[in-house]
């Protein structure tokens, strides 16, 4: 049975976690394939708020395979809290699965991200400071420590010993930081082993076999396109290795190309973004704070689900919209938070920029180009009615499915869900991608 891929289409927190819990029902295996606990799910369902940072989405059908795979990078007491809170709240953990491939975040890692962005300043990303970035780093350097080292303890030591040394220098001579205690680490890092062992596998061999035997399998991409290290708005984009895009999930999760055959983008109505870098349609009056605002009471409202950041918010771009569906083969959409739009009389669509007072439908390679476009904006008339309660797309408003056309006709692609509030129910589905009945 072919594979699907669920991928954001903006800069993250687009609401895939949960479009991924509401599709794992139709699945027996969902696995993450990359990013690292920078990236972040929020999911509501019938057992309460959980934010999720490693552990995929699927984990709350307990009947379910749900694998992180090996293109992430685990920084274990993250991941060991999420698994202690899930069993604490009555998920049943047991069918998780991590692969002995996926590479570990040491404490080298975090140091090195926060002294790093302290010493670009000004220039500074605007990392999660998880460690995550460099966990990547040394991952290309082939200087990292993989879950499965974990389990040996006398080659964890002898590559322990080897690369703290090397970081250590790198801390105290380049940043000026302090040294970091091996015997500390060790201790605490083998700890970290003997908590996890249960759950480390080779996990490619285990989606393999599934893909074999005609399973239904969900792949969840973190993070969104635009953080892409290749097709970003590079250099503000995330160290992650595999892609950030559909194409990634092959590498990160173990299986071939030929596997996958749908690919569901997810899109906020809106457009959102955490950290620097340009965003052409970012608001600074009271429209892009009643977007941030909105759900503040119900604790949904944009700031991040990793730093806590306020999100800087904005109109739907649809010229990256239109660039992230090309690049990721789209055979389908999800189009999250509608719901938050109707507050307004007025939507505005970005579908196309000026740049030095020409007009261009796609961004820029160059930074500094990036930051010159303007947008140009078709206006909507919006539609000033809740529909946290609609199930059905015609019962939408007017403008409301006006909009959302409208969108389809932008990307190219069609809307085939649409969610109209946090909980897992409700949503719009206009056509089960799945063939089945959901």
């Known amino acids: ?16 976690g949960r479009v991924v819990d509401f599709f794992a029902r139709e699945c027996s295996v969902i696995g993450r394939y990359s990013a690292g606990s920078n990236a972040g799910h929020t999911i509501v369902n019938e057992k309460g708020r959980f934010a999720l940072h490693l552990v995929p989405a699927g984990i709350f059908h307990g009947n379910k395979a749900c694998i992180i795979g090996n293109g992430v990078a685990i920084l274990p007491t993250t991941l060991i809290s999420e698994i202690s809170m899930l069993e604490e709240r009555g998920v049943d953990t047991s069918q998780l699965l991590i692969s002995d491939r996926a590479h570990v975040v040491m404490p080298w890692h975090v140091a090195i991200d926060k ?38 303890p006398e080659e964890f030591d002898a590559k322990l010993r080897m690369i703290l040394a090397y970081k250590n220098k790198v801390i105290t001579q380049l940043y ?42 969900l792949l969840e991409g973190a993070q969104g396109t635009l953080l892409d290290l290749d097709t970003g708005t590079y250099p503000y984009v995330t160290s992650s290795v595999p892609a950030s895009v559909a194409a990634g999930a092959c590498i990160g999760i173990g299986l071939g190309p030929t596997a996958i055959d749908r690919v569901v983008g997810v899109y906020k109505a809106y457009q959102t973004r ?19 605002n909105h759900g503040m009471a119900q604790g949904t409202a944009e700031f991040g689900t990793t730093t806590g950041r306020p999100r800087r918010c904005g109109w739907f771009d649809g010229v990256l919209a239109r660039y992230t569906a090309r690049l990721n083969g789209l055979t389908s959409v999800a189009l999250t938070r509608l719901d938050v739009l109707a507050q307004f009389d007025r939507i505005k669509i970005c579908t196309a920029y000026e740049l030095d007072g020409a007009r261009v439908s796609t ?18 008339p919006g539609w000033k009615q809740e529909i946290t309660d609609v199930r059905s797309f015609g019962d939408l408003p007017e403008a409301a499915r006006n909009y959302v056309r ?11 869900m649409i969610s109209v509030g946090p909980e897992r129910d409700q949503a719009i589905v206009t056509h089960d991608i799945f063939g089945g009945t959901l």
């Open 274 to 292: 955490v950290g620097n870098g340009p965003m052409p349609t970012e608001l600074f009056d009271a429209d892009g704070d009643a977007l941030r």
């Open 1 to 16: 049975m072919p594979a699907t891929v669920v991928i954001g289409g903006q800069w993250g927190d687009e609401g895939k």
């Open 406 to 416: 409208r969108i389809e006709q932008i990307l190219g692609v069609p809307v085939d």
């Open 176 to 217: 000026g930081g302090e040294p970091l205690d091996e015997r500390e680490i060790r201790d605490q890092y083998r700890e970290f082993g003997e908590r996890l062992r249960e759950y480390i596998t080779n996990t490619a061999e285990v989606i393999q076999d599934a893909h074999e035997r005609g399973e239904q399998i």
């Open 363 to 380: 961004l820029p390679a160059s930074l500094q180009a990036q930051t010159r476009v303007t947008p140009v904006y078709e206006e909507m």
């Open 115 to 152: 002294l790093d962005e302290a010493m670009r300043g000004e220039n500074a990303i605007g990392t999660t400071g998880t460690g995550t970035g460099p966990a990547f780093i040394d991952k290309t350097a082939r200087l990292g420590i993989r879950t499965g080292d974990l389990l040996n």
